[in-house]
């Protein structure tokens, strides 16, 4: 799909790009021939790029996210020096256990924590980051932890307005 509309998206002053969470299969993995092709074919890619399990350093958390972008940038770099390389999703838990912490890492603190120094590294290295999430998403099934991403959550009474969990201000 890439390769058919390329042309046409930077006719119209667009560029082409997608966000994958496989982007350390640059290197091997199932993966590995159709994400070269993607990345030959792209002006950007977003990388979905979470702390390594059992993360309950915030330090250590920004330093392996570093270590993985890094290493899946370089490796796109071999087949587009061109491209931009961006982190797509990353985020952390306020609650419960997800699918790289259990639940005595995940607290509103450590999320406040992780969301600054994500910031700071993000601006440091000057890497564009989308950090995940907005709200929380209270309709996931799964893991707890994986409904409480949110920098903001919904009121428990189900009303109209937004907390922010690390002050507790409301916005209606």
């Known amino acids: 799909m890439i390769?058919?509309?390329?042309?046409?998206a930077h006719a119209a002053g667009l560029r082409v790009g997608t966000r994958i969470h496989t982007c350390g299969e640059i290197w091997k993995g199932g993966n590995?021939?159709?994400?070269?092709?993607?990345v030959r074919e792209s002006d950007f890619i977003m990388c979905n790029l979470y702390p390594p399990k059992n993360s309950g350093n915030i330090d250590a958390?920004?330093?392996?996210?570093?270590?993985?972008?890094?290493?899946?940038?370089d490796g796109f770099w071999k087949e587009n020096s061109k491209i931009e390389v961006m982190i797509g999703e990353t985020g952390w838990s306020s609650a419960g256990e997800n699918f790289y912490n259990p639940a005595k890492y995940n607290n509103i603190n450590n999320l406040k924590l992780f969301w600054e120094a994500m910031r700071k590294w993000s601006q440091y290295h000057r890497v564009k980051v989308q950090m995940f999430e907005a709200y929380d998403e209270?309709?996931?099934?799964?893991?707890?932890g994986e409904r409480t991403f949110g920098w903001w959550k919904r009121a428990d009474d189900n009303s109209q307005y937004y907390i922010e969990k690390t002050t507790g201000k409301r916005f209606y």
């Open 3 to 8: 390769q058919q509309n390329k042309a046409r």
């Open 61 to 73: 958390a920004i330093q392996g996210i570093s270590d993985a972008y890094y290493s899946a940038r």
């Open 32 to 38: 590995q021939n159709i994400i070269k092709q993607i």
């Open 138 to 144: 209270p309709w996931k099934s799964g893991l707890p």
